[in-house]
């Protein structure tokens, strides 16, 4: 295989975080958390988004997700989330199974309209049915579009208007900051309570969550052990977001992971493709013929996102921190070829 | 401080583990553990096992007993354990978080006898009790004691009686190994399902689960990622292993460690000091006057473990893949000029 | 209040239920369903359904659904509902409050169809996502509509195609028994476990659970106390099916609420009013101006079901055994003196 | 058989709840307790503790102590029990079935103590360790003793202390309240929640639960919903309170249990048999000899509670409200024939 867009985690880290954890391979610290890399990587984002948020490291995005949603809401309290939603489909049932429903909605373009929301509040009055508490997004959403500054914000005040807290996914962070005008302050803001995302942005592992809203702070730290989730070595996680918070490492990457994927996808409208989805950031949904999609498996990875009929399919291609412009252009011409 | 006895996971990584880890830290991998490392750390661990186990990568021990636990049993049933039992007092109840009562036995020297699980299975007859459906051990014990080959078949032989699955927790089975008559292929032949400890045998993180009885095999990587607990980044865990069980590091990390503690034992025995188990393993309680403990604190790391009365505690001093021999002389002799 | 329409659980119980219960009121009993009650209880289903089923009496049906599911399911088990359906909408998120996601579906006239199944299947195939595990449907369904045998049948063989169980809500089963051809030994049948409403249909309270696939046999007893499901005193639920399942009380109940219901719906149909769905059950769905449906309240108990516009409703007409023909003629005259 | 001494649930009703049931048997109602029955229990119970909690009515006391439990707690919280404790012992595995653990203590006479709360707060100090957030306590006890108005008195202030939930099991309230000089007053005073038992003191089933903490108020109809435990028939639950709470019926229940108990317990010392405990209330454990308690079976029903020797066992005789002292005397006699 000459080169992999299937995910965003092929490869095990950034030479920078690589870098610095081979210099403090022989140091001895403290664990769970409680020691200076996490202090120090900690530090750091705060001041990036100049707020008073607590902030815990754990080791995987649907780890992350149902620990916060459990955290956040009573046993007959509800998530509000995208049909499309990662929780909804992708994390084989773990919100559910540490105990709350996701309440479906459609969206628009992967993401959560105020008029969702207001309809779900709307039908959900009486003690027969769960009470939502909790409106989850995703930046980048499923389908690589991002939450604008306003958009954020109206959400932000719909959720207040009616009580529920606000939880951001940032798997993708790095892409999104690199394409939408809401910066990490904005997000620190406007959400109760995010995760800034590493394993999807050259981290060796794990996800750094942020919570704002002091009513989520108590407790969190024993939740997270009461999950599984507490890792004994805290600091080989926050080692990564100290190297990728340092000199806008993290902003670097997504926009070279963006630089990448925007190329690829003007290329291939050049080239007469379609979109599926009209994505700025660092996942692209193209729609393929399935015998051209086949014949490239054996060269390049990526992902068949859907069926959409007998002869037609959509695939993502997915950029990632290690994607070079070359791969992507070695990609294109192996189309052209091909066409 | 000179050096920290604290723990065995305060340190990053083996310097083995590192090495691997940079060798191929370009490298595109598949995620999830169906990528080449995790298959050729499953290889090497069969190898020295001698058996047909499927093994899986999580992230750390108390996600790993309640993973496997939660998996083994249907809401009803009940662990059995010892009342020192890591998961009994230091999970923050996680097993009884995915629903699962822990039925406690005082065993003996942290050792769950035959006559604990007779006794158990004698009260545990009528739907209004939990059903007793598992044994939970661990090698080494809570206060560093290890099952002898024997044992393990006698509790496995009563466990098959009853119909209970028997999981030994592995998180320092390093150290096991390297004191215990107990080989791999014998903890795999008389247990259903058991974890190797990579966080605390030089892994960067990481325990590796492995299933013997096939009636636990089902399902059981759906169960992983119901519980937050698959990792994307695979390969990341399974590197450390890969590097672990080449050329017997696995087993020398035990033994260096052992030889440590060991070292310490005796000297301090010299010394009068006295033991509060008789641990032949990486973990050594010492009974300590309050005053010198204290004194001690400034240049060495250690965990209170008990407060015995108000004149003397209970210290415990962990060896680890990185403790020198010279680390505990300089302990032994700053104790000396002390007392 | 003349009548009330809202439901059928607003009398206590059916005169042959009470009259049972005051006969044995003194009567010295077993607890927790050993008793001879329940056993009598049981022999007359049995002989109805000509199956070998276990049964047991449960509380209610939220309770029942909740149980049997947490029964059936692993963990990152699912059950396919309508999105319609009574576990999705009107039981405050219990399902998922025992751990298990709801997958829905469109379906038909409220019920599920093949297709629905198929399509379900064909998007669930790897560890990411829940595993499909028991389909859900209730006879009647929430719009009062029935499965026939046919289609209960077809069900039944797509469920074991795919390794699904079957699971038939049966709150209002004696109203569904008097207008399906579907009768008790087919859905005891056709089915894997099943339940025959008490509480909606002349019971004190009480829901019969009845499984007939031995793999989901097994330790149901303990669930159910698990659950904090078990009545101590069994035998007063019990002993409304004694009554119910005597001299075909309970097809009588069925016929007799359907009749009164049906006479509704002519007559209402007669007067110009639309069917919000065409249901044959004791469950009528009526189109009806909001100053109208208000102007009735003071005389009449109904649901209002669903607000359509900002003229127009859909009100929910419930019969239950207590109905009488008369009830629904002053009903309908008091409607006809308004409009 | 001539009388069982098995259990106090072995009768339907008392007299006065079946007449009150006749009575209304007829009448339409609301469903889910906001009915004119439930409300005018909950003025009658209200009125006997002069205090202002919230009442809901739920079917049995498993059901209700893990309603409660799962209601106070989030998931990393934990229940102080004694180690004979209903939850503890005879619920299987319910309270773990809703994630919490339980942390036993010996106590004394059945009874926890001030020292054993402040032992266990002593040792659960960091995240770790579960946070323990509720004493659970059951009046009468396992063996039958009671809480002083003083003990309470102690134990809540210790609650207080700590930020503890106090919550009392009243399965048996009515035999303890005849015979404690704790009021149903001091108990609504000195818990936060309590339950007054209906299923063992002459109700067809139910439990009353009483909030008086408002902390703990909030929710908890919807969380009562969540795990399958609102009554559609609310209304059949709360007749039975209606009718014990009119003409104190529930304190003469007590009573007279008690004045039958304590007969046969005078008349066991009179032939010179020892207690296993010494209660005050309708539970007395008797140490027998085997071969004579297997000569009563034919003829008096009672539980083994417990085997002491191969001679011995410990039996228990418990009182009903049906119980009259001629069951009690013929009791007498057959041992008398016997011995």
């Given at each position: 295989?000459?080169y992999s867009f299937?995910n965003?985690?092929?490869v095990?880290a950034h030479?920078?975080?690589?870098?610095?954890?081979?210099?403090?391979?022989?140091?001895q610290?403290?664990?769970y958390?409680?020691?200076e890399?996490s202090?120090?990587?900690?530090r750091?984002?705060?001041?990036?988004?100049?707020?008073?948020g607590?902030?815990?490291?754990?080791?995987?995005g649907t780890?992350t997700?149902m620990?916060?949603?459990s955290h956040?809401?009573?046993p007959y309290?509800?998530?509000?989330?995208?049909?499309?939603?990662?929780?909804?489909?992708?994390?084989?049932?773990?919100?559910?199974g540490s105990?709350?429903?996701?309440?479906?909605v459609?969206?628009?373009?992967?993401k959560?309209?105020?008029?969702?929301?207001?309809?779900?509040?709307?039908?959900?009055?009486?003690?027969?049915?769960v009470?939502?508490?909790l409106?989850y997004?995703?930046?980048?959403?499923e389908?690589?579009?991002v939450y604008?500054?306003?958009e954020l914000k109206s959400?932000?005040?719909?959720?207040?208007?009616?009580?529920?807290y606000l939880f951001?996914d940032?798997?993708r962070?790095?892409?999104a900051?690199?394409?939408?005008?809401?910066?990490l302050?904005?997000?620190?803001?406007?959400?109760?309570?995010?995760?800034?995302g590493?394993?999807k942005?050259?981290?060796?592992?794990?996800e750094?969550?942020v919570?704002t809203?002091?009513?989520l702070?108590?407790g969190f730290?024993?939740?997270?052990?009461?999950?599984?989730?507490?890792?004994a070595?805290?600091?080989?996680?926050?080692?990564?977001?100290e190297?990728?918070?340092t000199n806008n490492l993290?902003?670097e990457?997504?926009q070279?992971?963006?630089?990448?994927?925007?190329?690829?996808?003007?290329?291939l409208?050049?080239?007469g493709f379609?979109l599926?989805?009209?994505s700025?950031?660092?996942?692209?949904?193209i729609i393929?013929?399935?015998?051209?999609?086949k014949?490239?498996?054996?060269?390049y990875?990526f992902?068949?996102?859907e069926?959409?009929n007998?002869k037609?399919l959509?695939?993502r291609?997915?950029?990632?921190f290690?994607t070079?412009?070359?791969d992507c252009q070695?990609f294109i011409?192996?189309?052209?070829?091909?066409i």
């Amino acid at each position: 295989m000459k080169y992999s867009f299937r995910n965003d985690y092929s490869v095990a880290a950034h030479p920078s975080v690589i870098e610095k954890l081979v210099s403090f391979a022989a140091e001895q610290n403290i664990g769970y958390g409680y020691d200076e890399h996490s202090n120090q990587a900690r530090r750091l984002l705060l001041d990036k988004m100049q707020c008073n948020g607590d902030i815990y490291f754990l080791a995987g995005g649907t780890q992350t997700n149902m620990v916060v949603i459990s955290h956040a809401l009573k046993p007959y309290q509800a998530v509000i989330a995208c049909d499309s939603g990662h929780i909804n489909v992708h994390e084989t049932g773990a919100v559910e199974g540490s105990g709350h429903k996701i309440i479906t909605v459609a969206g628009k373009d992967g993401k959560i309209l105020v008029s969702d929301i207001e309809a779900v509040m709307a039908k959900h009055t009486d003690i027969h049915k769960v009470e939502p508490k909790l409106v989850y997004i995703s930046q980048t959403t499923e389908i690589g579009t991002v939450y604008s500054k306003a958009e954020l914000k109206s959400l932000a005040c719909t959720c207040k208007k009616y009580g529920l807290y606000l939880f951001l996914d940032g798997a993708r962070l790095a892409s999104a900051l690199a394409c939408s005008d809401a910066t990490l302050a904005d997000i620190a803001k406007y959400t109760d309570v995010f995760y800034i995302g590493g394993t999807k942005n050259g981290a060796l592992f794990g996800e750094a969550v942020v919570i704002t809203n002091p009513e989520l702070k108590k407790g969190f730290d024993y939740h997270i052990k009461n999950k599984g989730a507490l890792l004994a070595k805290g600091f080989v996680c926050a080692l990564g977001f100290e190297a990728l918070f340092t000199n806008n490492l993290y902003e670097e990457i997504g926009q070279k992971e963006n630089e990448c994927a925007l190329f690829l996808k003007e290329e291939l409208l050049k080239l007469g493709f379609k979109l599926a989805y009209n994505s700025p950031s660092n996942q692209q949904f193209i729609i393929m013929d399935q015998a051209l999609a086949k014949s490239l498996e054996d060269d390049y990875g990526f992902e068949v996102f859907e069926e959409l009929n007998e002869k037609e399919l959509i695939i993502r291609l997915v950029t990632a921190f290690d994607t070079k412009i070359s791969d992507c252009q070695n990609f294109i011409r192996t189309i052209m070829q091909k066409i």
